[in-house]
T-cell receptor
Framework: DGGITQSPKYLFRKEGQNVTLSCEQNLNHDAMYWYRQDPGQGLRLIYYSQIVNDFQKGDIAEGYSVSREKKESFPLTVTSAQKNPTAFYLC???????????????FGDGTRLSIL | EDQVTQSPEALRLQEGESSSLNCSYTVSGLRGLFWYRQDPGKGPEFLFTLYSAGEEKEKERLKATLTKKESFLHITAPKPEDSATYLCAVQAGATDTGRRALTFGSGTRLQVQP
């Protein structure tokens, strides 16, 4: 079945540690996105990528980094510079002509990150 | 700045009691309005896309409608399995970045009691 796989489901970060969240899709979508979800708030955009080897900052990119070396993969690193990383992280992808498409985004099942 | 406001924040219904959820938006050139369902600990599941005022979409007990300022998600004779958080999101017109990311509301938590 086509879809978006996020791993791990739960992740714990120690002080001063960088952690990487995995996102893989087999939908052949060009555009991929990372969102952060906090209780009682809407999803906020961290980074997005419209095509391989290209990515752009979203609204809350500070303390995060990404790479897009393959079409299928868009990993997110939460660095030690992100002082409040506890949240639910969601990866999404979209078909059509990448970022210019108005097709719906499809989401993975998220990674919940907590501080130890 | 694009904004999406959903109301109510939470809604409790009895099984079979129909109601509507509201999504009010301000956006520079609407390209699409999207409804998602989110279960606890899961990612949002796509329900509907609406592109222009007057458009309606239906799926089982759900019906989404769109005007120039707001969208409604009507739930007819809900069942306990309809309990979830319903998210509304808008996609604005072209910007110089062309990112076409979504702006989300905070959601409506729906609980349907048997």
């Amino acid at each position: 079945d086509g879809g978006i796989t996020q791993s791990p489901k739960y992740l714990f970060r120690k002080e001063g540690q960088n952690v990487t969240l995995s996102c893989e899709q087999n939908l052949n979508h060009d555009a991929m996105y990372w969102y952060r979800q906090d209780p009682g708030q809407g999803l906020r955009l961290i980074y997005y990528s419209q095509i391989v080897n290209d990515f752009q900052k979203g609204d809350i990119a500070e303390g995060y980094s990404v790479s897009r070396e393959k079409k299928e993969s868009f990993p997110l690193t939460v660095t030690s510079a992100q002082k409040n990383p506890t949240a639910f992280y969601l990866c999404a992808s979209k078909g059509g002509q990448g970022g210019y498409s108005n097709q719906p985004q499809h989401f993975g099942d998220g990674t919940r990150l907590s501080i130890l | 700045e694009d904004q999406v406001t959903q109301s109510p924040e939470a809604l409790r219904l009895q099984e079979g009691e129909s109601s509507s959820l509201n999504c009010s938006y301000t956006v520079s050139g609407l390209r699409g309005l999207f409804w998602y369902r989110q279960d606890p600990g899961k990612g949002p599941e796509f329900l509907f896309t609406l592109y222009s005022a007057g458009e309606e979409k239906e799926k089982e007990r759900l019906k989404a409608t769109l005007t120039k300022k707001e969208s409604f998600l009507h739930i007819t004779a809900p069942k306990p399995e309809d309990s979830a958080t319903y998210l509304c999101a808008v996609q604005a017109g072209a910007t110089d970045t062309g990112r076409r990311a979504l702006t989300f509301g905070s959601g409506t938590r729906l609980q349907v009691q048997p």
